[in-house]
């Protein structure tokens, strides 16, 4: 079940019956999800992190060229004002990568939440299943990392299917 992040939806939580496990969108750039994994953890749940990549906005393909041809199916999403503010930005946490890739970095961030038990890494080539399966032998970002990290993605939203 995909359930809201949020304090009254979390608290809600206990009317469903016995839960095990929870699915929490939380990345980087969408970090409300926060709430939901301390409940989890404190509530002896699992949880299954879904979107670690902000749908590829984190994965660094994107930092060099995030204009899309005309037939590209995610092309609308991508020509919203909030998302191209989004990917003017991103080139900035380059230096997330100094120490690990981007993909690396992003993925460290959602699992170094104590409330994460799991993440759902997307990958299409047998090289990024292998990239992120390392991610667990590459550094945690640091505190000066987070430091200068989070100005740059606070404010900045992930484009959805309709809306944002």
């Not at 590209?72 to 020509?79: A, G, P, Y």
């Not at 946490?93 to 993440?119: I, K, N, W, Y």
């Not at 990024?128 to 990290?149: F, M």
Request: aromatic fraction near 8%; charged fraction near 20%; proline fraction near 5%.
């Amino acid at each position: 079940m995909v359930w809201p992040t949020g304090g009254a939806a979390t608290r809600s939580l206990a009317a469903f019956g016995d839960v095990d496990v929870l699915q929490v969108g939380y990345n980087l750039i969408e970090r409300q999800g926060a709430a939901t994994l301390d409940y989890a953890r404190r509530a002896g749940m699992g949880t299954l992190i879904r979107v670690p990549m902000a749908k590829g906005m984190l994965s660094g393909k994107y930092f060099a060229n995030w204009e899309l041809p005309d037939d590209d199916v995610r092309r609308e999403r991508f020509s919203r004002a909030a998302t191209v503010r989004a990917f003017r930005r991103l080139p900035e946490l380059a230096f997330l990568a100094e120490r690990r890739t981007m993909p690396q970095a992003a993925l460290r961030f959602t699992l170094d939440h104590p409330g994460t038990s799991c993440v759902i890494a997307g990958a299409k080539t047998v090289a990024q299943i292998e990239e992120n399966a390392a991610t667990a032998e590459v550094p945690a970002l640091s505190g000066a990392e987070l430091q200068r990290a989070l100005p740059i993605v606070d404010g900045l939203s992930v484009p959805n299917w309709a809306g944002n």
